[in-house]
T-cell receptor, first 112, second 115 residues
Framework: QKEVEQNSGPLSVPEGAIASLNCTYS??????FFWYRQYSGKSPELIMS????GDKEDGRFTAQLNKASQYVSLLIRDSQPSDSATYLC????????????FGKGTLLTVNP | GAGVSQSPSNKVTEKGKDVELRCDPI?????LYWYRQSLGQGLEFLIY????????KSGLPSDRFSAERTGGSVSTLTIQRTQQEDSAVYLC?????????????FGSGTRLTVV
């Protein structure tokens, strides 16, 4: 059973701080990794993807991947109240398993 | 279309009735996925379609659930003899190609309530 684990939170940070969201996965042959943001009552939206070890930056968001440790993270710099949402980690396994496996998500609250 | 369209947005049905949920993917997206999300739970994979290949039905929870995709475009998820535990938000997503390397685009979902 391929698993994706996230701390359910809630993670509470003050406005302007860095929010750090973490995710571990069990399938060593996983090849692609995604972060989705889901506002309450809404559907998930893709915010970041990462495929190689290291960091990938996009605006205030940085995704970090360490395949040896089976660990992926999302950093949100200068957090804003509008960043308050549930963040879902998703992993695409290798081989012929073409579906994404999602973690249960981490609820982030950014306090003004 | 510009996005993934799902209908109805809300459905209340009596236990034991059949329901059909519809998904219209983004034009040109060859892969289509169905997930469901129960309150406070993560996304549970149900089924995916890729072009004319046989669908991966490995996530369907019982034989009361079925899905089809006609003409490589619109998909319908059917739940027969609904039970209260079927209550959830059913999300459809599409992707440019299978494998998800382009990420999925989700529809707004169908909230199913079985009473």
């Amino acid at each position: 059973q391929k698993e994706v684990e996230q701390n359910s939170g809630p993670l509470s940070v003050p406005e302007g701080a860095i929010a750090s969201l973490n995710c571990t996965y069990s399938d060593r042959v996983s090849q692609s990794f995604f972060w989705y943001r889901q506002y309450s009552g809404k559907s998930p939206e893709l915010i970041m993807s990462i495929y190689s070890n290291g960091d990938k930056e996009d605006g205030r968001f940085t995704a970090q991947l360490n395949k040896a440790s089976q660990y992926v993270s999302l950093l949100i710099r200068d957090s804003q109240p509008s960043d308050s949402a549930t963040y879902l980690c998703a992993v695409l396994s290798g081989g012929s398993n073409y579906k994404l496996t999602f973690g249960k998500g981490t609820l982030l609250t950014v306090n003004p | 279309g510009a996005g993934v369209s799902q209908s109805p947005s809300n459905k209340v049905t009596e236990k034991g009735k059949d329901v059909e949920l519809r998904c219209d993917p983004i034009s040109g997206h060859t892969a289509l996925y169905w997930y469901r999300q129960s309150l406070g739970q993560g996304l549970e994979f149900l089924i995916y379609f890729q072009g004319n290949s046989a669908p991966d039905k490995s996530g369907l929870p019982s034989d009361r659930f079925s899905a089809e995709r006609t003409g490589g475009s619109v998909s319908t998820l059917t739940i027969q003899r609904t039970q209260q535990e079927d209550s959830a938000v059913y999300l459809c997503a599409s992707s440019l190609h299978i494998g998800g390397n382009y990420g999925y685009t989700f529809g707004s979902g169908t909230r199913l309530t079985v009473v």
